[in-house]
């Protein structure tokens, strides 16, 4: 059975840090390319980092520099590390594994990040 547990959330100030981590189960973790998304209030979800089965990563332009994205696969663990955070950032964010692009498991019930004085 696939499942994705996210977990690491919380309200942060601008320019503070989180961890979040994402815990799979069910699929061949290390040979899945790995993304974490975000869905802002009103907003569509969009994939902000991504970690390929090969090691390459890649962000999107608005967490580039401050978002740094890591696996472990003999824990089948997905991380994301979000430094100088911004009231921008606050979203649900979730991870999956990805494909063509597109994610391609079922979501997981995702990590509330709130960033704000």
């Known amino acids: 059975q696939v499942q994705l547990v996210e977990s690491g959330g919380g309200l942060v100030q601008p320019g503070g840090s989180l961890r979040l981590s994402c815990v799979v189960s069910?699929?061949?973790?290390?040979?899945?390319?790995m993304g974490w998304y975000r869905q802002a209030p009103g907003k569509e979800r969009e994939l902000v980092a991504i970690?390929?089965?090969?090691?390459?990563?890649n962000y999107d332009g608005s967490v580039r520099g401050r978002f740094t994205i890591s696996r472990d696969n003999a824990k089948k663990t997905l991380n994301l590390q979000m430094n100088s955070l911004k009231p921008d950032d606050t979203a649900v964010y979730y991870c999956?594994?990805?494909?063509?692009?597109?994610?391609?498991?079922?979501w997981g019930q995702g990590t509330q990040v709130t960033v704000s004085s």
């Open positions: 999956n594994s990805v494909s063509g692009g597109r994610p391609i498991l079922p």
């Open positions: 069910g699929i061949a973790f290390s040979t899945n390319h």
């Open positions: 970690s390929s089965a090969i090691g390459f990563t």
